[in-house]
């Protein structure tokens, strides 16, 4: 069945070059090597046929017998890893490919979970150079299965690397779909330090906001403060001592507010604010660029702002200086007017992490 494929592939490769080049033709293909298709006016090269059976049993079948000599098929070839860089610069599209990378940070959404995702090649590029991204975003699909090892390391407050394998690359994305795989790579002892590394020894960097930035990405931003959203600023107490958010009023004091999960009293709670500002740009001219801003950041905006009543005055913060602060791009629209919303948020951090290595496919 198998070699019955391939020679339809090998006559449709032929019969295509022969309307082509207008005359005989000879095709020649050695074991793994691309064709070659020659004729008086030209020579072609074609890659290979690549393409992949899905195989089930029938339904008369009884049951199937596992064949245990030789569980891994001769035609079988392991998927080739190479960098995102690589993956960026190909033509290849609506292809699968894959790679080693650092997720750096990760955002749920109502179906899908987006990854921010980079490596060594990306990080280290020409500063002036090639206009790729210095991150990826990777969408995980919810047909893409998760192992448990993925979804805890997932769910860490730390940085892991991965090797996706058969992502698919369509319409400018990188999607892990069904038969895609997430990999966690684990630390491994007694390696040479001349092995691969896919680690990053320094400080992540993101690209600055700019006219290019798509949604569901990563970018750093800095400018002035123009504008408050006062509509959405608001605060509220949290627990001064396990940082629960969810207080209640104390029925006997008025000033006070009970938490549920220290069973306490909370006599000074602390207060977390929501705040978003409006900021110019120099590298978005003409552009509306709305930050959701993290706490340190309110914390830091607001120091000198306060009332005596403990309200906060709109002119006390209109042209303060704010940035680089590293976001999340949860939208941009161009109409009726250019627009991006941005949320302040703190990439994971190496920390105490282990340096990994990249395997090759051989080790998995």
Not at 209 to 219: A, G
Request: with cysteine.
């Amino acid at each position: 069945f198998f070699e019955r494929e391939r020679e339809r592939e090998r006559e449709s490769i032929s019969g295509a070059g022969a309307e082509r080049g207008g005359g005989t033709q000879n095709v020649k293909q050695a074991p793994g090597s691309e064709l070659s298709v020659r004729s008086p006016m030209q020579e072609t090269r074609v890659p290979p046929p690549s393409f992949c059976y899905i195989l089930s049993a029938h339904p008369s079948v009884g049951q199937i017998d596992v064949i245990e000599e030789d569980r891994i098929s001769k035609l079988y070839q392991p998927p080739v890893t190479r960098c995102l860089r690589e993956i960026l610069q190909s033509d290849d599209h609506s292809t699968r490919c894959s790679f080693y990378a650092r997720v750096i940070y990760q955002r749920s959404q109502q179906r899908e979970i987006w990854l921010m995702v980079t490596d060594v090649s990306l990080q280290m590029q020409d500063e002036n150079n090639s206009g790729l991204p210095k991150t990826v975003p990777v969408c995980v699909a919810p047909s893409c299965v998760l192992s448990q090892e993925v979804v805890e390391a997932l769910a860490e407050a730390a940085p892991h690397s991965f090797l996706f394998r058969d992502t698919l690359r369509a319409q400018g994305q990188i999607v892990c779909v069904e038969r895609s795989v997430l990999l966690l790579q684990k630390p491994l002892v007694g390696m040479a330090s001349s092995a691969p590394s896919c680690e990053l020894t320094s400080p992540v960097k993101l690209n600055e906001l700019d006219s290019v930035t798509q949604v569901n990405s990563v970018c750093s931003v800095q400018g002035t403060v123009v504008g408050v959203d006062e509509s959405t600023a608001f605060s509220w107490p949290t627990c001064d001592l396990c940082g629960n958010e969810r207080l209640e009023q104390s029925p006997g004091d008025r000033g006070a507010f009970s938490c549920g999960d220290c069973s306490r009293v909370v006599i000074s709670p602390l207060p977390r604010k929501h705040l978003q500002v409006f900021l110019d740009c120099p590298s978005r001219p003409q552009c509306t660029v709305r930050v959701k801003l993290s706490q340190a950041s309110v914390s830091s905006l607001l120091r000198f702002a306060a009332c005596e009543d403990g309200s906060y005055e709109v002119q006390s913060v209109l042209g303060k200086e704010v940035g680089l602060l590293n976001c999340f791009v949860r939208s941009v629209t161009t109409h009726p007017a250019s627009c991006v919303g941005l949320e302040e948020i703190k990439l994971l951090t190496a920390g105490r992490a282990s340096s990994r290595h990249c395997p090759s496919p051989q080790e998995l």
